[in-house]
């Protein structure tokens, strides 16, 4: 399984990008990287996922490095309502998904 | 709201115990998937089922075991609890490999 490596805090200014960086060397060439997030009391909730390009949804953009051991993920504005934990999972086998510990993400007013 | 329905949302109960938490995936999702989330662990990976049959298999104990109905859904059986075993467990639902998984809002047990 891969395993990922994530900054545990990252802070952000209401409406400003933020950029949220995920190392994941040892995934395998035909796994997918998938960010989920998580907000108190709920479960993960699906953000984004890829597996060679560059991906936008509604919701944030991801941008994989040209050797697939790393992505970032884009939240083009933050807002109040983006603070969660944010997971970079990698390493899916017949959808298994291995999270690792998260970002925290703070958005300031 | 994601779609996937747990219940129960809470479960208080004793060591030794047997429960079982019940999980309705999304109409049409044919894959579920079991996790446990504790402060120690994380989010961990325990099964997943797809139609019916056992797909892959992740950390679940041998006191835990699972099982996917024809109506789809899914059923987590716990026995034998131990205080270790108090989490939150979730269940999510998808359309298959490397697709997104939408997970419910969990049943966190407690074991006293």
């Known amino acids: 399984d891969a395993k990922t490596t994530q900054p545990n805090s990252m802070e952000s200014n209401e409406e400003e990008p933020v950029h949220l960086p995920c190392n994941h060397s040892?995934?395998?060439?035909?796994?997918?990287i998938h960010w989920y997030r998580q907000l108190p009391s709920q479960g993960p909730e699906y953000v984004i996922h890829?597996?060679?390009s560059n991906v936008n949804n509604r919701m944030a953009s991801l941008a994989i490095a040209e050797d697939r051991k790393s992505s970032t993920l884009i939240l083009h504005r933050a807002t109040l309502r983006d603070a969660a934990v944010y997971y970079c999972?990698?390493?899916?086998?017949?959808?298994?998904?291995?999270f690792g510990q998260g970002t925290i993400l703070t958005v300031h007013p | 709201d994601s779609g996937v329905t747990q219940t129960p949302k809470h479960l208080i109960t004793a060591t030794g115990q047997r429960v079982t938490l019940r999980c309705s995936p999304r109409?049409?999702?044919?894959?579920v998937y079991w996790y446990q989330q504790s402060l120690d662990q994380g989010l961990q990976f325990l099964i997943q089922?797809?139609?019916?049959?056992?797909?892959a298999k992740g950390n679940i104990l041998e006191r835990f075991s699972a099982q996917q109905f024809p109506d789809l859904h899914s059923e987590l059986n716990l026995s034998s609890l131990e205080l270790g075993d108090s989490a939150l467990y979730f269940c999510?639902?998808?359309?298959?490999?490397?697709?997104?998984?939408?997970f419910g809002d969990g049943t966190r047990l407690s074991i006293l």
């Open positions: 999510a639902s998808g359309t298959g490999d490397n697709q997104p998984q939408h």
């Open positions: 040892t995934i395998s060439g035909t796994d997918y």
């Open positions: 890829g597996l060679t």
């Open positions: 999972v990698g390493g899916t086998s017949y959808g298994k998904l291995t």
């Open positions: 109409s049409g999702d044919l894959s």
């Open positions: 089922y797809y139609n019916g049959e056992e797909r």
